[in-house]
């Protein structure tokens, strides 16, 4: 049974930083595997969006327009958890975040489509607010 289970999330102040953790159990990562992951976030009233991904191996990452430089995906396959740093938080961060495995990851190409991932989280609330 595969699960993944966020954690970190909260109340955080504009221009403040949280880390988010997601443990993957039921599934090995490894070469053999070439799992990708990834951090999508949703709204209330908008549609889901990609956060940041990352292949297997760490070699490729991408982030979302309205993420990239304040965030950073990096994974720890030995622990089968994959994190993500944000920083400089805004108001307009405040979403539920999810992270997600990908079954058919290769080496090259972190993976931004939603509907690629194959297993995904229940979620964990950011809120940023003064």
């Known amino acids: 049974q595969v699960q993944l289970v966020e954690s970190g999330g909260g109340l955080v102040q504009p221009g403040g930083s949280l880390r988010l953790s997601c443990a993957v159990s039921?599934?090995?990562?490894?070469?053999?595997?070439?799992?990708?992951m990834g951090w999508f976030r949703q709204a209330p009233g908008k549609e889901r969006e990609v956060v940041a991904a990352i292949t297997w191996n760490g070699f490729s990452t991408s982030y979302g327009d309205s993420v990239k430089g304040r965030v950073t995906i990096s994974r720890d396959n030995a622990k089968n958890t994959v994190y993500l740093a944000m920083n400089s938080l805004k108001r307009e961060d405040t979403a539920v975040y999810y992270c997600?495995?990908?079954?058919?990851?290769?080496?090259?190409?972190?993976?931004?489509?939603?509907?690629?991932?194959?297993?995904w989280g229940q979620g964990t609330q950011v809120t940023v607010s003064s």
């Open positions: 997600a495995v990908d079954l058919h990851g290769n080496d090259y190409t972190a993976e931004r489509r939603a509907n690629a991932y194959d297993y």
């Open positions: 039921g599934l090995t990562f490894s070469r053999y595997s070439r799992y990708g």
